[in-house]
Structures are given as C-alpha cells and as structure tokens.
C-alpha cells in the first residue's frame, strides 16, 4: 500500500516542523515578541523592528507582525501549503455535506418502500384496490362496463353495511374434515378439531395484504356460533365484519386506549390503507369484548429450526379439556374451542386441529386465507377430501420461521378485567415459550 504523504512547514527563525500553517504563524509571533525584547535591550532604548525574513526594518511591532504575516502568506512554499490545506478542507466539508445528504435521500426511500410494502402509503384501502381490479378487468375484455358498474354498486352497498359480502367464505369444512378422519384415520392415531369455523380467502380487494384481518373473521365465524360469546360480540350484529370495519374496530381499541405503541406505529389510522396487521392488533380488537391471550414462541426449540415445543402447546391446548375423564378420549374428537390465530413473519393463518399419528409424529391442521374458495371447497366433495386435507396438513418441517406468535380465545372479560387489560396494555407484552 502507498504512503500518504504529509504537508509540513518548517519555521524560517528554527529547525521546528509544524503541521499546519496556522500553528506555524502563531509560532513566528513568538519568535517575533522575543526578538522585539532582544533589540530593545541591545539599542539602548531604541526599538527596532527588523523582519527576520530579510532586511526590511519596521516602524513598530505591528507593522512588523503584519509584515511577516505577508511572507507567510504570499511566500511561494507557505502559499501552496495554506491554499492546499484549505482546499483540502474544504473537500472533506463538501464531501462530508454529500454523504449527510445521500444519507438522508436513502432514508426517505427506505421510509417510503416501507409506507408502500406495509400499505400505509395513502396509496388507498381495499375499496380503492377492488375498484383497481375491476378496471383491469374491463380494460383486459373480462368484464363489461355494465357489469363495472353493477359490482361496484354492489361493493359500495356491502361497505356501506360494515359486513362481509360472503363472497370469499366456504361453510361446513371442519365437519367434512371430522367425516374424513372418523372414516380415513389409521389405527394409532389421533386427531382433535376446533369447534366449526368458516374459511375466509382473500379477495381483490385485499390480496397482498389482508391475511390478518381474513383469519380474523374465520376467528369470528366460531365465537359467533358458541352461547358464550353472544352478548359479548352482540355490537357485530350476528354477522362477519367487513375488512374496513375490522380496521374501524381495531381503531376503536385504540382509543379506548389499547395498545397505545401498535396505535402509534399505525398513527392510529387503518381505515383507507392496505397496511398489515398481526398478532398485537387482533388482541387489540379483541381486548375490548373478550379473554385473549398472546403467545410468542420467540426462538426454535429443535433441530433445523424446527418448533416442536409449539406443536406439543397446541396439542395440549386442544387435547387437555377432552382428556380430564377416566377413559381413553375417541381417536376423533372435535372440540367446543375455537381456533388459534397463528402468526409469522409476512403471514398469517389459523389453526384448526392437531394430528398425532402413533409414532408420536404430530401435525397442525391450518386454514390459510391464501387458499381460493375453488380449492376450499374440493374439500367439501368427498372424492377431493383426501388430498385438499393433505394441503391443511403442516408438519415441523414446515414451520421453520424463527418466531411465531398465537393469539387465542379463552372466555369473557368482566369490566373490571377489561379495564386491567387496557391499562395492562400501555406495555404490551407476550407470553414467551419457552
């Protein structure tokens, strides 16, 4: 590697090498102020002021000061060095400017790639994505101008109704999976479901973005079938809320004072965007009319990445209240629980049932919000059971990203709890396994 070089300046009074020029022109003064004593006792009273540099003779100090200061600065080898060691700074004040500014400029895109990738860039909500599509559809020669017209209407008047238009749910699939196992499972194994929930795809309006707020509402399709939870989810009128209308409610919990770090990660705002929501946000929503609790399974707990402590808590969770009797539980049974909200990072999904086979192997049983109606509902003809079950199947292997959060369900809040909750949440904190 090359040396740099270094600029010196040598003292023209003594053999002192400075760094810089400036240190250099302080040094001189010195040498002058003990010169002008030196001639003052050697004159006899009379001052003189002699330049050291040549043989110029001033009137006074100052005079003297000032002239030497002009061989500093116009001398042809202190000239070059000052003007380069100026230059030189200057550069690095400019280059220094740049790259604050380059700096900033990266940031702001940063900052916008992420208002874009997470839906918050006023770029519009799931009514102005649907409407996109329809355009795109007619500009394509799929759909006419008329039919625009009526699905737009049609899309303005569910909206306007806060309820899910249905367009996206499939019914009846956890009994047809309960028929298939009853029928299917092989000796030594057991299998528990979830008590009956609705599948809920994504739709034009949401794709990219509303895994959440679809695993939500097939949440909801369950609470709202059980005895329990009808007075409390009584305000959502026996129907499924829209998206926009989960966003309204998720809104409503944080002015309630839920959350208040995930309000401010938002600016309070949903309505209007495409913006992702997770596990703290369906809490959120939940806080305010029921007991939920968050699990993070922050870290793998086998080999490869794998998690089977999660596999074994969610077997345990489902598995536990059907095995409290003396006797052996059935090889099939479907609980009065409903399902987990499951978590990771990018997406979302919802789990309906755990599989034991009798080698102790275990797999979850999930419903995505990904999946079509179309493929959903090859689950509900009997010839297509078998390989659209083999879909929702999901074994550790295929469950290796390194965190995962749960949000489930246990019961109803009392005021009293509901307000411990809300305070509670100022810090909002998971429960970590392990």
Known sequence: MPCLSVKSFTCPMCTLVCADCFILQEHVEL??????????????????????????????????????????????????????????????????????????????????QLQRQFGLDNGGGYRRQMERSLERAVSQGRLTPADFHRKRVEMMESLASGMDDGRTQTTGLLAVVYEFYQREACAGTHVWLCADTDHYSTSAGDRGWGCGYRNFQMLLSSLQRMEQYNTALNTLRGSIPSIPQVQALIEAAWAEGVDPQGASHFSGRLQGTRAWIGATEIYAVLSLLLRARIFDFHQPTGPSGTHPKLFEWVKNYFSLPSSRGSRLPPRVVKTTLPPIYLQHQGHSRSIVGVEQRRNGSMCLLLLDPGSSPAEMRKLLTQNAASASITHMRKFPGHLKHRQYQMVLVEGLLSPEEKQIRILNSKTLHAERIP
Request: one cysteine or more; aromatic letters at 4%; proline letters at 2%.
């Open 31 to 112: 040498h002058l102020q003990d010169q002008a004593e030196l001639f003052l006792g050697s004159s006899g009273g009379v001052q003189k002021y002699e330049c050291p540099l040549c043989s110029v003779t001033c009137v006074d100090s100052s005079s003297l000061q000032e002239h030497v200061e002009l061989h500093l600065e116009y001398g042809p080898t202190a000239r070059d060095s000052c003007r380069d060691l100026r230059l030189a700074r200057k550069l690095q004040e400019e280059e220094e400017q740049k790259r604050k500014a380059e700096g900033s400029r990266q940031e702001a895109e940063d900052f916008k």
